[in-house]
C-alpha cells in the first residue's frame, strides 16, 4: 500500500487531495495548525476508507523544525514516504511596495521552503526505492504575475522553478514530479466574498487531475497541468 504525506490538509485542495487519496487505498501523513481539525478530518478519512491508516500531525509547516518532525512521524508510521504533495500556502493582497515588513519572509516560508525541505528529506531515499512522485501546488500566479498580490507571486514563481529543479535532478532516477497550475480555485482565500462557484476552478477538480496523474503508467510523466476557469480568472 502506497504512503503519502499532504501539507495544509484539512481545507480547500489539500482536503479534497487527502479524500481523493482516501478512496484510492492509499495511507495518509496530513498536517494543519489546528488540532481539532485535524481530529474531525481523520475520523472523516476514516469512514471514507477504514482499511487505510492514518497519521495525523499539529504543525506550522513555515517552522522548519516542526516540518520535519512531522516528515519524520509520517515516515516511522507509515513506512516508505511515496507520494508529496506539497499543498500548503498564503495568499496575500498587497502590492510589493505595499508590503508590511516580514511579508517577504513570511511567505518564502510557507510557500517555498517546505517544498525545498521536504525534497531534501525524502527525495535521495525516493531514488534509493526507485519510486516517488512529488506534486507541487503551484498557481497561475507561476506564470503571470498578479500585481495586486506580488510577493505571493514571487514565491509562487520560485515554487515552480523548484519543481522544475527537482525534475531535472529526479528524471534520470525515474522519480515523478509534476507542477499542478490552478487558476481561480474556491477554497477559504476567498472566504467573505461574493463568487460564483460554477465560474470557478473546484478542489475537487485539482485533486481528481491529481489522482488521474498519479496513476498512469511508470513510463508517464506530466510536467505541468494548468487548470484555469472555463470563463477565464475572476
Known amino acids: 500500500m502506497k504512503n503519502a504525506l499532504i501539507t495544509a490538509s484539512t ?4 482536503r479534497a487531495i487527502a479524500i481523493a487519496f482516501a478512496k484510492e ?11 481539532s481539525d485535524l481530529d474531525a478530518f481523520k475520523s472523516e478519512l476514516s469512514a471514507i476508507n477504514p482499511n487505510i491508516k492514518i497519521v495525523t500531525s499539529v504543525t506550522d509547516v513555515s517552522i522548519k523544525q516542526q ?13 516508505a ?16 511596495l505595499d508590503d508590511a515588513d516580514g511579508t517577504l519572509e513570511k511567505h ?14 525524502f527525495g535521495k531515499k ?4 526507485c519510486d516517488g512522485h512529488i506534486f507541487n501546488i503551484c498557481s497561475v500566479a507561476s506564470l503571470s504575475p498578479i500585481a495586486e498580490a506580488g510577493t505571493y507571486s514571487v514565491t509562487k514563481y520560485a515554487l515552480l522553478g ?22 481561480s480555485t474556491l477554497t477559504d482565500s476567498w472566504k467573505g466574498t461574493q463568487v460564483d462557484k460554477d465560474k470557478m476552478v473546484l ?10 496523474i498519479y496513476k498512469m503508467s511508470s513510463g508517464a510523466n506530466v510536467d505541468e497541468i494548468v487548470i484555469t476557469p472555463t470563463y477565464g480568472q475572476i
Not at 518564502?108 to 528529506?121: C, D, G, K, S
Open 11 to 14: 481545507k480547500g485542495m489539500g
Open 25 to 35: 487505498g492509499i495511507n495518509l501523513a496530513v498536517c494543519s495548525r489546528n488540532a
Open 67 to 79: 516540518l520535519l518532525d512531522f516528515a519524520a512521524a509520517a515516515e516511522a508510521q507509515l513506512g
Open 81 to 96: 514516504i511515496g507520494i508529496i504533495v506539497n499543498n500548503a500556502g498564503i495568499y496575500e493582497y498587497s502590492s510589493i
Open 108 to 121: 518564502v516560508n510557507t510557500n517555498l521552503a517546505p517544498a525545498y525541505e521536504l525534497y531534501r528529506y
Open 126 to 129: 525516493m531514488i534509493n526505492a
Open 162 to 183: 523548484l519543481n522544475k529543479v527537482m525534475r531535472t535532478e529526479m528524471q534520470p532516477h525515474g522519480i515523478k514530479v509534476t507542477a499542478v497550475i490552478p487558476g
Open 203 to 212: 478542489p475537487e477538480d485539482v485533486a481528481s487531475a491529481i489522482v488521474n
